[in-house]
């Protein structure tokens, strides 16, 4: 029997959608108002969720308290009050979209959570938009 708990995280971080590769008017039809020279924020919400077994010997699928230092440590610190686009290195070259955010989100949390377990990431830019990434 598996069994998926979740564990949920708050960040404030700046970003611009934008493509170098085209011309200004095409970065402002294509991404309108988040393509703002200036940059603009959202307060992103966060859903990590493993699936497993229960241990046994714990009754837990995973320490919650363990998760939590990982999300604080290593999602939470790198991206907390940050403007994306200079603040992040990986996001240099990667337009900071939901999509990319989530799947970066979920490359750092990888490494931490073990391969045995399903790992999924959800990211609320706004209460009503939102996305989710498996590692599929």
């Known amino acids: 029997m598996e069994v998926t708990v979740s564990r949920?995280?708050?960040f404030n971080a700046a970003h611009r959608l934008f493509n170098e590769k085209w011309s200004d008017k095409k970065n402002s039809d294509v991404f309108g108002k988040c393509n703002y020279p200036n940059y603009h924020g959202h307060n992103?919400?966060?859903i990590v969720s493993v699936t497993g077994k229960i241990n046994p010997?714990?009754?837990?699928v995973i320490d919650m308290g363990e998760l939590k230092k990982i999300i604080k440590n290593e999602i939470e610190e790198r991206l907390d009050h940050k403007n994306l686009n200079?603040?992040?290195p990986y996001f240099s070259n990667v337009i900071p979209s939901a999509e990319n955010i989530c799947i970066y989100i979920y490359d750092i949390l990888r490494n931490y959570i073990q391969k045995e377990f399903h790992l999924s990431v959800k990211l609320y830019e706004t209460p009503r938009n939102f996305v989710e990434y498996s590692g599929n």
């Open 57 to 60: 010997d714990t009754g837990y």
């Open 86 to 88: 200079l603040d992040v």
């Open 8 to 10: 949920k995280a708050h």
């Open 44 to 46: 992103y919400e966060l």
